[in-house]
């Protein structure tokens, strides 16, 4: 099924970035339009309406976020139906998602994402505005909107049950002493394959953003040093408040590390990896990241052309760091410098001082 695409104006330079995100889920895109100020009532202007009016798909994508008003609207006008970006992320999170609490926190971030334009749809409806498309009548949507709530009274109470089996499971682990690596970063930056490798587990990892879903731990042994190490779900620019909500469980493994490995896909343009690290330096601060060791993976290096591109890339990421990060080179795919990264793990366990590894980092990697 081809869908129509509106892009608002802010996102140009991710253009790229937000049509891959859209492929994923609907891989025919027909009109992409783009937004500078939305129309307060229908959100796209009346001569762009036209535009996806008069194209041959079924569906809009709005890669923004609208008033449930102006997706009424735009809805009654263009007789199509809208996803906007939070549904769609929520779309691509379903189609990866592996644990019931995954499900769960998927299906709860749906709702109530979706009762704010249920009570529209009931206040138009009561308005006696909704005739034809739309027009399912009144009771109809209170009925449902009854229903979505007990729904969503019922995931939460099942939802804290899994989460506190979780803790539970949590603390054991804290109790046996072992320390607790997190893999974080961008969707598609390689976590899941360098978890992989480190583990030696067969997870999916794949070239579509949020192959990863649920947090997944495995025990690693670096030279008789036993870790736990959890590949997380992927961040993504701009992640909507409520998905970060929804999926706190998921997150809240981070705050728990004795050690965040933040990996990065070196082989994105300098700009792209400024944002990430910007971006992911807020989410660090959101879920209350402070004060955890942060081992910088810039990894896909085997993408780059030379060992110069190599340094330009540390150099720019250095810029962004502070005194309780440091940066290692790797790739995850060919296993360039893993035993470096180990190595690393295993010195910051011991209690090696950050300062003291990076300047040794620093003349390892120059000696390579
Ligand atoms: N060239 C190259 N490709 C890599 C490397 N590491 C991962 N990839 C590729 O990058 C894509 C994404 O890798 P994943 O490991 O699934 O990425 P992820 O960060 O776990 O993604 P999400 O689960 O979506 O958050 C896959 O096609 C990998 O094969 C690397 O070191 N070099």
Redesign the pocket.
Known sequence: MSVDVVIPYKYRKFLDEELSLIKTVYPEINEVVMIRKPNSKYYLTLNKIDIVKNSSSQKIILMDRAKPSQIINLMRETRKEIIDRILLILEIFAQ?AGSKEAKLQIELAKLKHQLPLIKETIRYAKLGELHGFLGAGRYGYEKYYRMMREREARIRRELEKLRSIRSRRREHRRQMGYPHIS?V????????????RLTHNLK??????????SPKSSAIIIDGLKMILT?????IRDLPHEIIEAFYATLEEIIDSNIIIH?I?A?KSSEAIIKEMVETRRIFERIGVHGIPIIIAL?????LNSEEEIMDKIRLVEKYIDGNNVIVP?????G?NIRYLLNVLKEIIRGYSIENLRSKIWSQTRQR
């Open positions: 990866h893999i970063g961008y969707t598609c930056a390689g976590k899941t394959t360098l978890f992989n999916p990892a794949g070239p579509e953003p949020f192959t990863t879903l590949d997380t779900v992927g961040f990996v896909d082989s990894n896909k290096i085997d993408l790797i790739s995850a795919i060919n360039k």
